[in-house]
């Protein structure tokens, strides 16, 4: 008899502690062993501790994909304020605000709700609203850690000043804020940037109708769709698996990277279909002002055509980050100036360009000719979709070349640059490398590759 209620007992508090419903509501906290599952049980909500890690903390994680036994966690609610011990509790209070351990308030909801629940949605997505409307008044997606997830808008609303963007965490075993940060930058043309605290590590580049202009073309992607929206309320990314199969996530982690990851069912494991930055190149501006990297040749930098290394010093010692200069002064008075065109991968940092929505390519040359400033020019949009362009008045820096260039760039040179291709070696927006150079100090700093050009 004794043996029998024991048992009893345990399988009340196994069933208490395994009720799961996707719905927390006012004076029902949620304990510590407890979880919330979405309806379709693709995401479950609850108390973890990372790695090594003896601290609680709040989080959501795919309920069935779990590969090794190890959950995946997409969003933490209090990654800088663990709790130790396992009696924690999240609560939902009569007002539609979070609470965690009746201490730590999660971001307010903007209004006050007089009847609220909070839900965890099959897309990953941890909502409050009012118990009969649809209308979220806080959502988890407005408040991303380093992951995100299909639906998830990656950007600003203009109109709060709500910034959703990716920040590492510290470690494996601590989520807390670490030192890289993928965001999506506005200061001139809006551009997704990847940080390392206060220095630019690396730019995805704007978006040119089609992808993040420095990602490069991709393959077909079995039905997943990316947009991008620019307008006076918002900029942001979103892509979208809805209607297809494909579970897919990106993250920004410890190590600075940004990877795209596709669950493989057969074999039960996360498969990383995109990582960056891949290479050197795609480091932020790895050779200089005027300078391009490709990542398919070596010296991996080349100065473009009608310019030359800046410091020929440090270029022999394989250091471009001073970049390049140019042969001749432009002579914007006297209007000989013209533009040599460059097919490349990457288009130059765009935070000091000017953008031109709604003009030709040929109306955009000729305002960057009437622009003694302007250093070149470019098409928004490669998808042939609208008008636009974007102009240079600055340097231009982080250039990156590869075997399949995407982009047209148009670059201003003096009358005397347009076609020589005889003072030193350089880069024509073409894969072949020429080398014809005349004097030995510039045999020395630029070695030919594949032998002496006529």
């Avoid at 997409?74 to 304020?81: C, D, H, I, L, T």
């Avoid at 009969?132 to 109109?159: C, H, I, V």
């Avoid at 932020?284 to 391009?292: A, H, L, Q, R, W």
Wanted: with cysteine; hydrophobic share 35%; charged share 15%.
């Amino acid at each position: 008899m004794v043996q029998l209620l024991t048992q009893l007992v345990l399988l009340l508090v196994i069933f208490h502690y395994s009720i799961a419903t996707d719905t927390l509501n006012p004076n029902q906290p949620l304990q510590d062993g407890q979880i919330l599952v979405s309806a379709k049980e693709f995401f479950a909500l609850g108390f973890f501790s990372p790695g090594g890690s003896k601290n609680r903390y709040v989080g959501i994680w795919y309920n069935k994909l779990q590969p090794a036994g190890q959950k995946t966690i997409v969003w933490v609610a209090n990654r800088r304020s663990p709790l130790s011990g396992t009696n924690g509790s999240l609560e939902l209070n009569d007002n539609g605000t979070l609470t965690i351990s009746s201490m730590m308030f999660l971001p307010m909801p903007s209004v006050i709700l007089s009847n609220p629940v909070a839900q965890l949605l099959d897309d990953g997505n941890f909502v409050i609203r009012e118990a009969n409307s649809s209308e979220f008044a806080w959502q988890s997606f407005d408040y991303p850690t380093d992951t995100l997830l299909s639906g998830m808008k990656f950007g600003w609303d203009l109109r709060t000043g709500l910034n959703r963007n990716l920040t590492s965490w510290r470690s494996n075993d601590d989520p807390s804020p670490g030192r890289y940060v993928l965001s999506m930058d506005l200061e001139g043309i809006p551009q997704v940037n990847l940080w390392s605290d206060s220095t630019k590590k690396a730019r995805m580049g704007p978006w040119n109708g089609i992808t993040f202009s420095n990602i490069g073309a991709t393959k077909s992607n079995n039905g997943l769709s990316s947009a991008f929206v620019s307008n006076k309320d918002e900029v942001y990314y979103m892509y979208n698996t809805t209607g297809t199969t494909i579970v897919c996530r990106s993250i920004v982690d410890q190590s600075g990277m940004e990877k795209s990851f596709v669950w493989i069912e057969r074999s039960g494991t996360w498969n990383n279909v995109l990582y960056f930055p891949k290479s050197q190149c795609e480091e932020y501006s790895e050779c200089g002002p005027f300078g391009v990297c490709n990542i398919d040749v070596w010296p991996i930098c080349r100065c473009l055509q009608g310019f030359k290394p800046k410091s020929p010093q440090e270029w022999a010692l394989r250091d471009a980050l001073s970049g390049c200069e140019r042969l001749t002064t432009l002579d914007c008075k006297n209007k000989t100036d013209g533009f040599m065109t460059i097919t490349i991968t990457a288009l130059p940092e765009t935070s000091k360009a000017i953008p031109y929505p709604n003009i030709s390519l040929n109306e955009c040359r000729a305002n960057c000719l009437k622009n003694c400033s302007c250093t070149a020019y470019a098409i928004t949009n490669i998808s042939g979709a609208g008008m636009g362009c974007i102009i240079w008045v600055t340097e231009l820096i982080d250039m990156q070349m590869s075997s399949h260039p995407t982009q047209d760039v148009f670059v201003r040179l003096a009358a005397a640059d347009l076609g020589n291709t005889t003072s030193m070696e350089y880069f024509d927006g073409s894969s072949k490398q020429l080398c014809r150079n005349k004097h030995s100090w510039e045999r020395r700093f630029w070695p030919c590759l594949q032998g002496e050009a006529s």
